[in-house]
């Protein structure tokens, strides 16, 4: 099903900012130019189907933009789909609070961006990530102290949004774990999260580039919130990064990369057009 609506409004605009240049060109052709007669109720039929068929190209890709560029308060974010591995500079990686690193599909899903990190791009041991987020200089405030009734897993507790920094990544603590090792947040605590890892890129990124998934995306859940779709989740990143102090400074931009699957169900014409994206 097409994201934008064939006679959507912006997809018009567009399309008359396109013809009204195309005809003030022509008309500056038929001035020197002298069409025979027998000929132009062909050239006008040809001329309205290659508007139809510009207007339905100008629909299609409309409805399918994989990649967007924004201005966020100064700041260049782009949105596109692609592989965060691939992106340059840092890669946010949502940890839970815990900073757990066992990939059982328990614990963690092998098919989690998680999980892809610990399991293809982690170049060290796990035991030594294990030891490097140990040895980690975070704040004081950043741990929350020992679960010592935690039965598996790490027992130590990070607030969330706090980042450890492994070489080009931006391990995060994102997620908070029940009884049962299920990963969720509340919205305001989804909230708090972006808030506080801004704030936390802000001084960490070095003038480098971050880019990020859109963060909930996958098996967290947000309590009060099952419904809650991609876009409307990237929209709340989104509105968090513009109230935050976090300012990229050219040419380092945040790029939000979204997986290819979910790439359907995400209108960027909407986000594109909306001041700030959102």
Same mark, same amino acid.
């Given at each position: 099903?097409?994201?934008?609506?064939?006679?959507?409004?912006?997809? *018009?605009?567009?399309?008359?900012?396109?013809?009204?240049?195309?005809?003030?060109?022509?008309?500056?052709?038929?001035?020197?130019? @002298?069409?025979?007669?027998?000929?132009?109720?062909?050239?006008?039929?040809?001329?309205?189907?290659?508007?139809?068929?510009?207007?339905?190209?100008?629909?299609?890709?409309?409805?399918?933009?994989?990649?967007?560029?924004?201005?966020?308060? =100064?700041?260049?974010?782009?949105?596109?789909?692609?592989?965060?591995?691939?992106?340059?500079?840092?890669?946010?990686?949502?940890?839970?609070?815990?900073?757990?690193?066992?990939?059982?599909?328990?614990?963690? &899903?092998?098919? !989690?961006?998680?999980?892809?990190?610990?399991?293809?791009?982690?170049?060290?041991?796990?035991?030594?990530?294990?030891?490097?987020?140990?040895?980690?200089?975070?704040?004081?405030?950043?741990?929350? =102290?020992?679960?010592?009734?935690?039965? !598996? =897993?790490?027992?130590?507790?990070?607030? *969330?949004?706090?980042?450890?920094?492994?070489?080009?990544?931006?391990?995060?603590?994102?997620?908070?774990?029940?009884?049962? /090792?299920?990963?969720?947040?509340?919205?305001?605590?989804?909230?708090?999260?972006? *808030?506080?890892?801004?704030?936390?890129? /802000?001084?960490?990124?070095?003038?480098? &580039?971050? !880019?990020?998934?859109?963060? =909930?995306?996958?098996?967290?859940?947000?309590?009060?919130?099952?419904?809650?779709?991609?876009?409307?989740?990237?929209?709340?990143?989104?509105?968090?990064?513009?109230?935050?102090?976090?300012?990229?400074?050219?040419?380092?931009?945040?790029?939000?990369?979204?997986?290819? @699957?979910? *790439? @359907?169900?995400?209108?960027?014409?909407?986000?594109?057009?909306?001041?700030?994206?959102?």
């Amino acid at each position: 099903m097409a994201k934008v609506k064939l006679f959507d409004s912006r997809v *018009i605009k567009k399309f008359l900012e396109i013809t009204s240049a195309i005809s003030a060109g022509l008309s500056l052709v038929v001035l020197f130019v @002298d069409i025979p007669s027998n000929l132009k109720i062909f050239f006008g039929w040809t001329f309205l189907a290659a508007l139809i068929i510009s207007y339905l190209l100008l629909w299609l890709w409309s409805s399918n933009l994989n990649r967007i560029n924004i201005n966020v308060e =100064g700041s260049e974010v782009t949105i596109k789909t692609g592989d965060i591995f691939d992106q340059p500079g840092f890669k946010a990686i949502a940890f839970n609070e815990y900073f757990d690193t066992a990939v059982d599909n328990q614990m963690i &899903s092998d098919a !989690s961006l998680n999980g892809v990190f610990i399991n293809n791009y982690l170049d060290i041991p796990v035991a030594g990530l294990d030891s490097y987020i140990d040895r980690y200089d975070f704040s004081r405030d950043e741990i929350l =102290g020992e679960e010592v009734g935690r039965v !598996s =897993g790490k027992r130590r507790r990070y607030k *969330i949004g706090t980042i450890c920094v492994y070489k080009d990544f931006l391990l995060t603590a994102f997620s908070r774990f029940d009884a049962n /090792n299920r990963a969720s947040l509340t919205m305001p605590e989804y909230l708090d999260f972006l *808030i506080t890892f801004w704030d936390k890129v /802000n001084n960490v990124y070095a003038q480098k &580039s971050v !880019s990020a998934p859109i963060f =909930g995306s996958g098996i967290t859940r947000i309590k009060g919130h099952k419904n809650i779709s991609d876009e409307d989740l990237l929209k709340i990143m989104l509105w968090t990064f513009r109230i935050s102090e976090m300012r990229f400074k050219y040419p380092a931009k945040l790029t939000i990369v979204i997986h290819e @699957d979910k *790439i @359907d169900k995400i209108n960027l014409l909407d986000i594109k057009s909306a001041k700030n994206g959102v």
